[in-house]
């Protein structure tokens, strides 16, 4: 044990004479006096577990809220930008010499997530500075992460000798659990096909402008947002009240003046 016992984070202990000790994480949860009640429960105190610094509640609370986060990490990750679409990266495609942009992020959800990072990783931080000998998923993106704590590692939470850290990682945990809970409920995007065309053009291979073979689909954004956009390119879009408008007047209309109203409507132009 004395090699793990050099690297470990060490916790300072005040002795009866006023000496400082500094101690190991393994030594350290030896020596800590647990309280008698919950740290969570100020106002209506609770009974904490024995050796721990929370009653059993809290401390099925705190499972359940590392099992969310693993729960609804893919959520936010769906909804963080529009799915599809030759623009989901920078990178240039097939030879055209177009680079397409990347896909517009929402900056609610990219917070929510930044934050989700940041209370998963100061109790796997601190974790790895306490057990040295622990093997990390090799994985090691926010949701795996979260459900690993939530499998192997809540009774070390709980049972941590800084109580601090333990209401740090809670007061943590709560305020993302309940902002992941609220974005991965929120409406939904909704996509529907079109019966259309897209009426860009693109460069193919050999550097010549062709029409786009892509379909039209409606994209509803939970926001309320509504655009008409490519199946193929997600640059290529107008605005929904823009293409309906358009339609209603080239129904009945000849198939030349159709394509004018497409012309002058649709092409070159972004939502």
């Known amino acids: 044990m004395t090699t793990p016992l050099d690297i470990e984070e060490k916790y300072r202990f005040e002795l009866a004479d006023g000496a400082v000790l500094l101690l190991p994480y393994t030594l350290a949860k030896k020596r800590t006096v647990y309280p008698e009640l919950c740290i969570f429960h100020d106002e209506d105190p609770a009974k904490a577990a024995a050796g721990a610094h929370l009653c059993p509640a809290c401390i099925d609370w705190l499972r ?59 109790a796997v931080g601190q974790l790895i500075q306490d057990r040295p000998d622990q093997r990390l998923p090799m994985d090691h993106g926010t949701g795996v992460l979260a459900d690993w704590l939530s499998r192997w590692h809540v009774d070390y939470l709980a049972t941590h000798p800084s109580a601090a850290h333990v209401m740090a990682v809670g007061v943590d945990l709560a305020k993302v659990v309940n902002a992941m809970k609220e974005a991965a409920y929120q409406a939904p995007p909704v996509e529907v096909d079109i019966d259309g065309d897209c009426h860009q053009r693109i460069t193919n291979a050999q550097g010549k402008q062709v029409p786009c073979p892509g379909k039209v689909r409606g994209w509803s954004q939970g926001d309320g947002r509504v655009v008409i956009r490519c199946s193929l390119d997600i640059t290529h879009r107008v605005p929904a009240d823009q293409w309906f408008a358009t339609a209603g007047r080239r129904a009945p209309r000849p198939s030349r003046v159709r394509d004018a109203l497409k012309k002058k409507y649709l092409t070159g132009r972004k939502a």
Do not use: F
Not at 76 to 85: I, K, M, V
């Open 64 to 122: 359940s809220a590392l099992a969310d986060v693993a729960k609804y990490w893919p959520d936010l990750e769906d909804a963080l930008a529009p799915a599809g679409g030759r623009a989901v990266s920078s990178e240039r495609v097939g030879g055209t010499g177009d680079l397409y942009p990347p896909l517009p992020i929402n900056g609610d959800v990219s917070d929510i997530m930044r934050a989700a990072r940041r209370a998963i990783w100061l």
